[in-house]
């Protein structure tokens, strides 16, 4: 029965508590900084529209810098004097620069103009973190949908509420309509609809039912179900997203990485240039000392590199936004913007490029009329049996006729296939190395099917071959676009399986993959990759199994398949989930089009910084129009930035 109270004890969405990493607040200072932004901003606006003489008017001017400016003052000051003090070297921020110009403003008596900069500077700084902060919370909001609770099942059938982390493998867990599900584990009763848009970004719940496998933060339907618990709570697929997500978060691209470590090398350099600007200015120009130092303070923000810090990081961890979206989790921006470099993509052929699973893809009996009568037998016969092919058959052969009732005799024997004995009659299913005499027809059509990477066994009536059934594991329907999309790319295209070399060329044929290596050790697989990075650079693994682990660590970037192993998925550096290669070419165009955005920041930020500094030397420009056009362009660049969290336009 459902508890009526569930909605307060259990709700469906439990709400984690904050993390680090979860950044609601317009700065990561929290609400203070806006507040203080406002109060200073209405102290500027009333000394700018009064008249309180000079003196009031400046120390208004001056109270709007300290106040709107406290953070970033303490950024500026106090930061810069932590990190040095921590690295044992001058670390300076560009924080500082900003308020070293406030500073110099006020020393010419331009305090207007420095309380102007402040407020500009410091608003853009707020929009700034807003915008990073944004693409980081279209990813962390999973966190907020982290299951807390979990309604374990009693010896005496009641439950009980408990901590998630409380759960052990093999708890009985009750999950009512609407519920979350706690943790991974496996259905025992119950037919129920899932939405698991949380973990594969599927929009369509999907149906599972008694021995059907289900995940944490996954929600129920409209039924109640019983489930065993499989995992605990640190080892589900969910926990293992966030692990993803935040180390994603921390991990940055290579150009991210380079301007955050080139960044405090550039202030120092503006800082040592501006008062030899200031110093030799007078004696290269008509300036006075009071012009040269006001124009060494508008050279002070212009070479600002605000625009500049803001170039790859929120463009970045929009594209890794987009993508987790989308199915496929990133451990960090590197990998992200490295894909876009990659000359060969290695495939694991079975689960990876195939179904997983075969299927029937050719039938032929000696005696057409009497197909459905020996289809039937067949039918009959694996029923009782429990190989892997006897999925394969009864999915073929199952609609197409009615199955006999008469009792049958079924032996499985290894070596020997399957026999049986139906209305006197012995009939076989087996392998064609079993049968001595074959009809030439069929031995003729077996060595095409061989050849075509189809397996084939016979059906035999009183030890006469009658007819055979070939079957194939097919590729995804999805395979050859991405295929073709690759070699549009001019980027080689690999198989690597542990099939038969026959097999795994079949299926390259058929997709028009570049290189077939059949027959490999699990082993070897990290070998073959390192073949290919030698032959044609930067190498990308995309596999599912744990004897694809080594080939995904060896390989610049590996990709496991979310339906895979945990081996795979704890190794790899990205994640597909569902099994979907379409998302892999997906994430390679919005590898490309991310480094398209951060050279446009990069080139954009650096012509502003130049065209600004030349402006001043010219006289052209004030610090009021400097500071609205150096930080103007840093909002520019978080926007165009921004862009990478919409979805790319179907090609």
């Known amino acids: 029965m459902h508890n009526p109270q569930s909605s307060t004890i259990y709700p469906k969405r439990p709400v984690t508590k904050s993390n680090p990493h979860h950044e609601n607040d317009a700065s990561h200072h929290g609400h203070v900084p806006v507040i203080l932004y406002v109060i200073g901003l209405i102290i500027y606006l009333v000394a700018l529209v009064t008249s309180f003489g000079t003196v009031v008017s400046n120390s208004l001017f001056m109270l709007t810098m300290l106040i709107s400016g406290y953070h970033v003052i303490t950024e500026g000051v106090v930061d810069t004097f932590k990190e040095s003090i921590t690295r044992k070297r001058f670390h300076p921020n560009v924080h500082i620069l900003m308020?070293?110009?406030?500073?110099?403003?006020?020393?010419?008596?331009?305090?207007?103009?420095?309380?102007?900069?402040?407020?500009?500077?410091?608003?853009?700084?707020?929009?700034?973190?807003?915008?990073e902060g944004k693409s980081k919370r279209e990813i962390t909001n999973l966190l907020q949908m982290n299951p807390t609770e979990a309604r374990r099942l009693k010896d005496n059938g009641e439950t009980e509420i408990v901590s998630v982390s409380d759960l052990e493998i093999g708890d009985q867990l009750r999950v009512l309509p609407g519920d979350q599900i706690p943790t991974d584990g496996e259905i025992t009763s119950g037919s129920v609809y899932i939405d698991e848009s949380a973990i594969n970004g599927e929009s369509m719940p999907r149906e599972k039912t008694v021995g059907d496998e289900i995940f944490g933060s996954t929600v129920n339907g409209d039924a109640a179900f019983t489930m065993t618990v499989t995992k605990n709570s640190e080892d589900t697929v969910f926990a293992k997203i966030i692990a993803l997500v935040d180390q994603s978060q921390s991990n940055l691209s290579k150009t991210a990485t380079t301007i955050k470590r080139i960044e405090p090398i550039y202030v120092v350099s503006v800082m040592i240039a501006v008062p030899i600007f200031?110093?030799?200015?007078?004696?290269?120009?008509?300036?006075?000392?009071?012009?040269?130092?006001?124009?060494?303070?508008?050279?002070?923000v212009s070479a600002s590199p605000c625009a500049l810090a803001a170039s790859a990081v929120p463009a970045t961890l929009s594209g890794i936004s987009n993508l987790a979206k989308r199915g496929v989790l990133f451990k960090g921006g590197s990998f992200l913007s490295n894909l876009t470099k990659v000359k060969a993509v290695a495939f694991d052929k079975t689960g990876t490029l195939t179904k997983g699973k075969p299927v029937v893809t050719d039938t032929y009996f000696i005696e057409e009329n009497r197909t459905a009568e020996w289809k039937q037998c067949i039918v009959s016969m694996e029923k009782e049996a429990n190989h892997p092919l006897a999925t394969a058959i009864l999915d073929a052969f199952e609609s197409e006729i009615s199955v006999s009732t008469q009792d049958i005799t079924v032996q499985n024997e290894i070596g020997k296939g399957l026999t049986a004995q139906i209305g006197g009659k012995a009939y076989r299913i087996g392998k064609p190395a079993l049968f001595t005499h074959i009809p030439d027809t069929l031995a003729s059509q077996t060595e095409a099917l061989a050849k075509a990477g189809k397996t084939v066994v016979y059906f035999s009536k009183n030890d006469q071959v009658v007819g055979l059934i070939a079957m194939m594991d097919l590729p995804h329907d999805n395979v050859p676009s991405v295929i073709d999309y690759l070699k549009a790319q001019g980027i080689h295209t690999a198989m690597i399986t542990g099939d038969a070399e026959q097999t795994g060329k079949a299926v390259a044929d058929l997709l028009s993959i570049d290189e077939v290596v059949g027959n490999v050790l699990p082993e070897n697989k990290s070998q073959i990759i390192q073949d290919l990075q030698k032959e044609h650079g930067e190498t990308v693994m995309i596999g599912d199994g744990i004897n694809d682990a080594p080939a995904l660590v060896n390989a610049d970037i590996g990709f496991a398949m979310g339906d895979g192993t945990d081996i795979?998925?704890?190794?790899?550096?990205?994640?597909?989930?569902?099994?979907?290669?379409?998302r892999f070419q997906y994430a390679h165009r919005l590898s490309r089009k991310l480094n398209r955005v951060v050279w446009q920041n990069i080139c954009f930020s650096m012509f502003v910084v130049v065209l600004l500094i030349t402006l001043n030397l010219l006289g052209q420009v004030d610090i009021g129009i400097g500071v609205l056009a150096h930080e103007g362009s840093t909002i520019i660049v978080i926007l165009n930035g921004l862009r990478l969290l919409l979805p790319l336009k179907t090609n």
């Open 568 to 582: 795979a998925i704890d190794v790899a550096d990205a994640v597909i989930m569902q099994n979907d290669l379409t």
């Open 99 to 131: 308020a070293l110009a406030a500073l110099g403003s006020s020393i010419i008596g331009a305090f207007d103009e420095g309380a102007l900069l402040i407020l500009i500077f410091a608003g853009a700084h707020f929009l700034e973190e807003y915008a």
């Open 278 to 300: 200031i110093l030799v200015m007078p004696f290269l120009s008509s300036w006075d000392y009071e012009e040269s130092f006001y124009r060494g303070m508008i050279m002070l």
